[in-house]
């Protein structure tokens, strides 16, 4: 395939405008070391990282492979506790907790989900992967310039054109444009009115229209009808996500897969209830009894602390009830094969579709 524009290309050093998106939780060392193998760009998910681990991967992606790899970080501004709310929303909660046989102040425990701080910055300066990219806006500019005096590439999420204009005034060098279809959390952070978020489809070409720099298309997309579509839209390329849940190289739980086989067009949803800020997951109890969204749930990513207790508990028993199951608006891209062939498949159906067009 010959790719006619190659901003990204040229910019990240790769052979196909692919990025194999970062799906915190899910996505592994292995998959993003096989999508870069494979001619794309590979991502780690570092925001649930703490610096040892984040060392720890770096170190297998770059023993593994030379090839570009990008490394993605949450950019939220943590919240302050609110007592009164958490409160109510563990009473909310209490008739599962009761199910489950949990006490009512269960731990949390799980993953962490903290903002891009400077001591993972320190990791990254040691390491120094070709790009860092940020989800819910950026982090503190002096971070940032850090980034770009070592050469990093920095790129970040937008949900609207606006905030597209904004990465580009804080020095983003591409942008993705994330639609409504995306699977996972939306990175927006300048409105959070989810009814308000445009699909893929209608965001890609204003946010092409609205910067300078490449943009990503991101939501939706799981095969070379949709890369093809959005090249034609004006975008650079693409990142795609849901398409890899069923890869060998996935972390993705076995419960997580069965409801992805299962799962069609009508199956997802947004909602607030596992961490506190909009996310696609496909349909479950949880969701249908309690949201999909509930204005009780805490500030993200505090609502984890009396959701998690819950996943916790019934995963074991063989229950997705309580589980985020990450999708996207189209989960039967999802694949089963390897990474580097799926990433291989991309490639011939975009040929192929945007030879129907000529």
């Given amino acids: 395939m010959k790719w006619h524009d190659r901003r990204l290309l040229d910019l990240f050093e790769i052979e196909h405008p692919i990025l194999q998106a970062p799906m915190a939780g899910v996505s592994s060392p292995q998959m993003a070391i096989a999508a870069s193998e494979a001619g794309g760009l590979g991502s780690i998910a570092a925001a649930m990282l703490t610096p040892e681990t984040l060392r720890s991967e770096l170190q297998l992606v770059q023993q593994a492979t030379g090839r570009s790899i990008n490394l993605n970080f949450f950019a939220h501004k943590s919240p302050a506790a609110d007592a009164d709310r ?14 489950l ?10 993953p962490v989900r903290a903002p891009f701080n400077s001591a993972q910055c320190d990791v990254l300066l040691e390491y120094r992967p070709k790009v860092v990219s940020f989800h819910f806006g950026m982090p503190d500019s002096a971070l940032v310039e850090k980034l770009k005096a070592a050469r990093i590439i920095v790129i970040s999420s937008a949900t609207s054109a606006e905030e597209a204009r904004w990465l580009e005034q804080q020095g983003c060098d591409a942008i993705i444009a994330q639609g409504a279809e995306a699977g996972g959390h939306r990175g927006m952070f300048l409105n959070d009115d989810i009814a308000r978020q ?3 489809m209608a965001l890609v070409p204003q946010v092409v229209d609205a910067v300078k720099v490449p943009v990503i298309a991101a939501g939706g997309i799981g ?11 004006g975008a650079a390329g693409v990142q795609i996500g849901t398409a890899f849940l069923l890869t060998p190289e996935a972390k993705t739980a076995p419960l997580h897969r069965a409801a992805l086989k299962q799962a069609d067009d009508n199956s997802t949803t947004l909602t607030n ?10 349909v479950n ?8 969204m509930n204005p009780d ?23 997705s009830d309580f589980m985020p199951l990450w999708s996207g608006q189209a989960p039967t891209f999802a694949r089963e094969m390897p990474t580097a062939a799926l990433m291989a498949r991309f490639v011939e159906e975009t040929t192929a579709a945007v030879g129907r067009f000529r």
């Fill in 273 to 282: 209830l596992f961490t506190g800020r909009p996310a696609r997951s496909i």
């Fill in 198 to 200: 445009a699909g893929t």
């Fill in 297 to 319: 749930a805490p500030a993200f990513p505090l609502a984890a602390g009396a959701s998690y207790p819950l996943r916790a508990a019934s995963e074991p028993k063989g229950s």
């Fill in 101 to 110: 046989g949990l006490p009512p102040d269960a731990s949390a425990g799980g």
């Fill in 86 to 99: 958490e409160g109510r929303w563990r009473e909310r909660l209490s008739p599962y907790y009761r199910e």
């Fill in 223 to 233: 095969d070379g009808r949709g890369i093809a579509a959005a090249l034609a839209l």
């Fill in 285 to 292: 109890r949880y969701i249908r009894e309690v949201g999909p």
